[in-house]
């Protein structure tokens, strides 16, 4: 392993994971191959250490266990280190802007992490740090989620199905993985569909965003309450209805708005009439609320494949932003005689 680190090519120019609309197919797709092609490496007993001497500031400002997890098993597998900076532990929100906050993290690490309430505090980190900033979750979008998604979709693909044949229905309410699930699909030329009750649909600037993936890529954009539309999924997708902000609306009135229609129970996945469709959740979530016990622990779920896919897509992007990618591949491909 001694000159694996040689191998690594440091670009000079910056960019960040902030949102999938800035990256192409082929760009979401090379993400995608790294973190496939490392997983099934390390899975076989291979070691790497190609992110030796680099380290990851991750920002929290929220909970999380898939997230930190899989973020800093990734480096840690790479070689690298995380730093997990919680609420609390550092001057951020006490003493200190989010702008120097950005511009020291910046200096000391070679990539940043932020898992944020509000979208425009990934974008100020951004805006001001020199090294590769990547949103864990704001209140706009999940984007390292969309990787995890989409590799999940690939490892589950229908037989006799090519990706962009695919129909995805996210059941219940707008939240950002929601709309992630519709850009990362659309961006793959999928055929995405959110029912729900219509005052929980997704925005029209989010659709908008589908639309104009669907104009380049193929595949369709539905929104609706029409619950016709779940007959032909091939994935059957929902996340919790309430529980994601401190302040928000009250439990009782989301469970009035979903609850029973939306809940994603045997009938529901039934009524896809495809015995085969796969049931996928971002968790935590609040069983026999947004979805049944039976449903979860069920022989479709796939929704721990999913969360175990969240480290094979930090692997990805660490590994891509980390500007190590291409040697780890490489690396591996020497390794393996091929």
Known sequence: MDDLYTLVNKVPSKKDFIDTTDFDQVEILDIIKTARVVRDYLKSGGVLDTLYHK???????????????????????????????????????????????????????DMIMARVDRHASVEALAKYADVPVLNGMSDYNHPTQEIGDMITILDHLPEGKKYNDIKVVFVGDCTQVCASL?????????????????????????QKIGRENIKKYGGSVTVTDNREVL?????????????????????????????PTYQVNDDLMNATENPNCKFMHCLPANRNEEVTDSVMDGKN??????AENRLTAQRGLVLHFGHAAQATLDYIKQKEGK
């Open 301 to 306: 779920s796939i929704c721990f494949d999913q």
């Open 55 to 109: 380290n990851l500031a991750m920002l929290f400002e929220q909970k999380s266990t898939r997230t930190r997890v899989s973020f800093e098993v990734a480096m840690s597998e790479l070689g690298g280190h995380a730093l997990n900076l919680a609420p609390g532990a550092i001057q951020l929100g006490a003493h200190e802007t989010i702008e120097d906050t950005a511009q020291v993290l910046g200096r000391m690490c």
């Open 182 to 206: 519709m850009m990362i699909t659309t961006k793959m030329g999928m055929n995405f569909v959110h029912y729900g009750p219509e005052n929980k649909w997704l925005s029209e600037d989010y």
């Open 231 to 259: 007959k032909g999924a091939d994935f059957i997708y929902t996340d919790v209805w309430y529980g994601l902000y401190d302040k928000e609306t009250p439990k009782e009135v989301y469970m009035k708005d979903f609850y």
